[in-house]
């Protein structure tokens, strides 16, 4: 592995991203500076924190960053509860986002206990 744009979740984070950028696209106008400002800094803040952490010195301070990033997925997640129970968009609409971060949830939980070994 080279560079950080080898991981496999931070390639899916991006795939993410673009993923989030398409289904907020689709929320009323009016939550321009709401939840769909939120969701994409959040969807954002994975990928931009693997990178940060994958080009430190220590896996103490990659696994800090790692934790950063964790974080920011579960805050999305709960943001994508909030935008489907406000209806925003068709269910189904939804789908291909919750199976990427459920995912990346999965790979940021195994790669932070690897750094953690």
């Known amino acids: 592995m080279n560079t950080y744009k080898d991981l496999i979740v931070w390639q899916k984070s ?3 991203v673009v993923e989030i950028y398409k289904l907020t696209n689709l929320f009323p106008v009016e939550e321009k500076f ?3 400002s939120q969701m994409r800094r959040c969807a954002i803040s994975i990928p931009s924190n693997i990178a940060e952490g994958y080009a430190r010195k220590s896996k103490k301070e990659n696994a800090q960053f790692v934790n950063i ?6 805050e999305l997640e709960t943001q994508i509860v ?4 406000l209806n925003f968009a068709g269910i189904k609409l939804f789908t291909k986002a919750d199976n990427l971060l459920l995912e990346i949830l999965k790979m940021l939980y195994k790669y932070r206990e690897k750094l953690y070994v």
């Open 34 to 36: 709401g939840i769909i």
């Open 82 to 85: 909030i935008a489907k129970k």
């Open 69 to 74: 990033s964790f974080g920011s997925a579960t």
């Open 14 to 16: 991006i795939e993410l």
